[in-house]
């Protein structure tokens, strides 16, 4: 199981950060702060129970800078996935030089967060496997675990939360058609139909043909077991 203490100032986000890591498989909220200061004293003090701080950047009495610079002086090492709403390159860079091993900007969909913790959970995975001395391929896979990968754009037409809607559609319903996916989410067959090609393109979807019913094969989508992209 991952530990994982969520810093953020509004009680609203916490709940909501708190709901999204509770529908994750191998994650649990083990603390919550509200601030810079608290956040700081609580990986310090719980520091061996503390595997994955979300920390959230901007907060009143401090930021998530200033959390990283004091407890990397202290030397702990937890890891951090930064959620941000600044879009800062200066802030990103200092970020990443302070050991962040991803970074969530908001506003962002269920299915980006989930993506992203399964990406550091894949992260976990190979870094156990690779104890010892790493191979320079078993290096390359680590890194490529925690590095999200370009998407490809979205075609005219096509809304990013309607993808997303479609997309825990077939990770939590699949296999789908496009039928059952359109009657699902109330939209038309043929609209439902882009989205889940789109998905395939993307590397997130395979597409099978269903047997089993009268007529032409039915093509279903379900969800990649290592999907390329975040």
Do not use: N
Not at 34 to 56: P, S, W
Not at 99 to 125: D, H, I, S
Not at 200 to 220: F, I, L
């Amino acid at each position: 199981m991952i530990r994982v203490l969520l810093v953020d100032d509004d009680a609203l986000t916490l709940e909501l950060h708190r709901d999204y890591l509770a529908r994750l498989d191998d994650f649990e909220a083990v603390a919550e702060c509200t601030g810079a200061r608290a956040a700081i004293d609580a990986v310090l003090e719980r520091g061996d129970e503390i595997d994955l701080v979300l920390l959230d950047v901007t907060m009143p009495d401090g930021t998530g800078l200033d959390v990283l610079r004091h407890v990397r002086a202290r030397g702990a090492a937890v890891d951090v996935i930064a959620i941000t709403g600044v879009r800062d390159a200066d802030v990103v860079r200092q970020m990443v030089s302070l050991g962040v091993a991803q970074c969530l900007v908001k506003p962002f969909t269920f299915a980006v967060f989930r993506e992203r913790l399964e990406q550091y959970r894949e992260f976990r995975r190979r870094a156990a496997e690779a104890a010892g001395a790493p191979t320079q391929a078993e290096i390359d896979a680590l890194l490529g675990a925690l590095r999200p990968a370009t998407r490809v754009a979205l075609p005219k037409g096509l809304s990013a939360d309607t993808l997303a809607r479609i997309s825990d559609e077939v990770r939590e319903r699949g296999p789908v058609s496009a039928a059952e996916a359109a009657q699902r989410l109330g939209m038309s067959r043929v609209a439902a139909r882009r989205y889940l090609e789109h998905l395939v393109t993307e590397g997130r979807a395979q597409r099978a043909a269903r047997y089993g019913t009268r007529g032409r094969p039915e093509s279903e989508y379900a969800w990649a077991q290592h999907p390329s992209l975040p």
